[in-house]
T-cell receptor, first 113, second 111 residues
Framework: GESVGLHLPTLSVQEGDNSIINCAYS??????FIWYKQESGKGPQFIID?????DKRQGQRVTVLLNKTVKHLSLQIAATQPGDSAVYFC????????????FGAGTRLAVHP | EPEVTQTPSHQVTQMGQEVILRCVPI?????FYWYRQILGQKVEFLVS????????KSEIFDDQFSVERPDGSNFTLKIRSTKLEDSAMYFC?????????FGQGTRLTVV
């Protein structure tokens, strides 16, 4: 069945370190993947996305890597800052639909000074 | 920057009552969605809406739920006869040609 999951429920890092958040997906029909950041009491906020015809995409301090062979997605945050503390969700979009998103379980990133 | 707005931010209702959650999607978007998030859990898809009709719905979206776009700007989710297990954050989202934008959510508490 459809599922998107995360390996680590909580990740603690020191300020300034790089963070890597991982995600596994199971649906081969997914063609678009998104990382969202959710701060306490707020809605999911778009961070970065990647289409299935790419294996890497870079943004400002963030990089998403896609490995379709093993159905794995990761989010790398460079020089992590206290403001990066939040729950991060990966989401997949299955092609051919109306772009509903299937979310993973979420990883909490805690940045310590 | 355009945003999806939701009202109210928090709604408390008694079990069995009807609630209407309101959303104003981004003005030039064509796809509208409702998602919910039970406390501590992942975000779950409820329903998508396009061209003035439901385009897809999940198993969660049973007969107690309905959506409506009564005018050119609002998008509502109605829950009839609320149950305790309906307590959750409800997020409205909209999409144009690119990314999906989410609102800040309505926290629904059924007592």
């Amino acid at each position: 069945g459809e599922s998107v999951g995360l390996h680590l429920p909580t990740l603690s890092v020191q300020e300034g370190d790089n963070s890597i958040i991982n995600c596994a997906y199971s649906n081969s029909a997914s063609d678009y993947f998104i990382w969202y950041k959710q701060e306490s009491g707020k809605g999911p906020q778009f961070i970065i996305d990647i289409r299935s015809n790419m294996d890497k995409r870079q943004g400002q301090r963030v990089t998403v890597l896609l490995n379709k062979t093993v159905k794995h997605l990761s989010l790398q945050i460079a020089a992590t800052q206290p403001g990066d503390s939040a729950v991060y969700f990966c989401a997949e979009n299955i092609s051919g639909g109306y772009n509903k998103l299937i979310f993973g379980a979420g990883t909490r990133l805690a940045v310590h000074p | 920057e355009p945003e999806v707005t939701q009202t109210p931010s928090h709604q408390v209702t008694q079990m069995g009552q009807e609630v209407i959650l309101r959303c104003v999607p981004i003005s030039n978007h064509l796809y509208f969605y409702w998602y919910r998030q039970i406390l501590g859990q992942k975000v779950e898809f409820l329903v998508s809406f396009y061209n003035n009709e439901i385009s897809e719905k999940s198993e969660i979206f049973d007969d107690q739920f309905s959506v409506e776009r009564p005018d050119g700007s609002n998008f509502t989710l109605k829950i009839r006869s609320t149950k305790l297990e309906d307590s959750a954050m409800y997020f409205c989202a909209s999409r144009g040609q690119g990314e999906t934008f989410f609102g800040q959510g309505t926290r629904l508490t059924v007592v």
